[in-house]
């Protein structure tokens, strides 16, 4: 997988320290990875820790870089042969699913010409509601992949159908895209 470059979206879930995992196993493989975090993203887990093992800045807001010729959501998704979301929780899905682009994540995948990976994470109850299963029925025929959910313990305590995906079924599914 090297001379590949993977952008990826980290959504405000207690699942997002598994991204940390998958950046750096990515980066072992020569991967070029680029983080985009949510503002939520952040109070889970810091960008210094993406920054470090991804060897690259974390963006996190849409006018970041202002002195750049490009704005950053058509840079990130130009370069990208692959936008994984992971965790994604039920409002980036609800964005995507909708064509709401308010954030530096929405706009990017929005503007994305690569293929598109989603690993949701949430509690059961959220990821059952008739609303996220509709967004994600509606992005599926547009060439989105969704990975996940998966039974497990839940933050909330309780265990149901929302935990993230396994690290290694994500970095298969990823290999497999890729090749």
Known sequence: MKKREIVIGVCGSIAAYKAVEIVNRLVKKRVNVKVIMTRSAAEFVGPLTFQ?????????GLFEDSKACR????SLAASA???????????IIGKLAN???????SCTVLAAKSKVVICP????????NKIVQSNIEKL??????FIGPRWGSLACGYEGK???AEVE???????????
């Open 140 to 145: 599926k025929p547009l060439g989105y992949r």
């Open 169 to 179: 079924t994500i970095l298969k599914e990823v290999k497999k895209i890729l090749k």
């Open 52 to 60: 470090t093992l991804s060897r690259n800045p974390v963006m996190a």
């Open 71 to 74: 704005p950053a959501h058509i």
């Open 81 to 91: 042969d692959l936008i994984l979301i992971c965790p994604a929780t039920a409002g």
């Open 162 to 164: 929302g935990h993230l």
């Open 121 to 128: 994470a949430m509690n059961e109850r959220m990821y059952n």
């Open 99 to 105: 064509g709401i682009a308010d954030d530096l994540l």
